[in-house]
């Protein structure tokens, strides 16, 4: 089993975002520098005399410059992370080796090697942060005039800070692309339910269109062939014309049933249709509306439909009423023979005498053949239809279903309520 994503914490989330920002991280770091600069300076100013004393570098615009430098580079580091990287330290050095006082100004530095450093410039980071720690060398102390950070113990507290900081930016590079991992798989995840969705939704409206395809082709046909009927004997014989009438109104009663059965699933408000869907056990029904058209239908069944599942028997109804409904349009038929069998699984055959087509040709057409085909194939079935030798067209279908256990009919039941009284009663024997 995959392993699910875990999703990000919302503090890493909101560094990530941060950090992915081109404005927010530079606006915080701008404001925090100014003010830092201007609280740092605000010290010496107390302390004239020892600003002087220890060579402390008046703040002009140039230092002003140099502080802004650091946040408008990295406002840019998307497009130019090298140079941003680039201004960001060397604005930073620039700033110490000509005697500014200490300020948050190494921040910029130490953002600029963390967040560009984890976008994957590791050769960049560590070659400037070198070069960095190299001039900071030459960097006054502030505790004495002309004092620099050359000693062996400024030289190690450097090299520590270093080490420190390109370590921190190596874990930032790796939590960065753990969180982006998480965050993409999360996106495919996402991306592949909605895929889903979309592809439930396509097969459902597949199969109401398959439906109302075959619940109006069949009653519209026979309505047509009615009121041809009708039209025809209206004058002659009323009698037939009544009767063509009155199966015209019970193929639309049916159709209009079917279709609210239909409607009902569609609009998917949860109540249940009051006409479900058809299934083999009204193939009377069936035969009846074709026979009402001028067709002959010869039914026969073999073993127990009640073995068949519900599914099952409702595609085969739909098999057997499009096969029918194609008779009666295009085959010009006077006898068909419907052949419903039970065992291992769903045999259907439907034959008819009418036209059918040429032999060796495949039977063409609109959506019924191949609306029958799917049908039978959702349940791993065959079907197969073409001309017969003698005359005439016929369909074969087969759709397996597994044959209920023994264990669980009603006969086996009670043949085994028998034997356990029998055995009852032998064990009462038994005992003294």
Known sequence: ????????????????????????????????????????????????????????????????????????????RRRAPRIAMAVCLGATLLYLLMGYAYGPIFLNALLAVIVIGGTGYRREVWAGSLAFAIGMIFVPTHSAKGQLRSSPSEILFTAGWLLALLMLAELFRLLRQRGLEVQRAR?????????????????????????????????????????????????????????????????????????????????????APRDPAPDLGRLEHLVELAEAAGLKVALSVVGDLEK????????????????????????????????VECSDGLHLRITDDGRGCPLGEAATGGNGLPGMRERATAFGGTLTAGPQPGGGFRVDAHIPFPAPSASSTPDANDANDANDANDTDHTDGEQP
């Not at 739909?318 to 008779?327: A, G, K």
Request: net charge negative; no cysteine; hydrophobic share 45%.
């Open 1 to 76: 089993m995959t392993e699910q994503p875990q999703p990000t914490s919302r503090p890493w989330l909101a560094w990530l975002w941060i950090e992915r920002s081109t404005v927010v991280l530079p606006l915080i770091l701008l404001v925090f520098d100014v003010v830092g600069t201007w609280g740092a300076y605000g010290h010496w100013h107390n302390t004239g005399h020892q600003q002087v004393e220890y060579g402390v570098r008046p703040l002009d615009w140039f230092g002003w410059v140099l502080v802004v430098a650091g946040p408008v580079a990295l406002h840019h």
């Open 187 to 271: 996106d495919q995840e996402v991306k592949a339910h909605e895929e889903e969705s979309r592809r439930q939704a396509s097969e459902e409206r597949l199969q109401i269109a398959r439906e109302l395809h075959d619940v109006l082709a069949h009653s519209i046909s026979l309505i047509a062939v009615q009121a041809n009927v009708a039209l025809e004997v209206m004058d002659r014989r009323p009698e037939q014309a009544r009767i063509a009438l009155s199966a015209i109104k019970d193929a639309s009663r049916s159709a209009l049933g079917e279709v609210r059965s239909v409607l009902t699933v569609l609009r998917g408000d949860g109540a």
């Open 308 to 339: 068949v599942p519900l599914a099952v028997s409702q595609a085969g109804y739909r098999i057997v009423q499009e096969s029918l409904t194609n008779v009666v349009r295009h085959a010009e038929a006077g006898r068909a023979a419907i052949l």
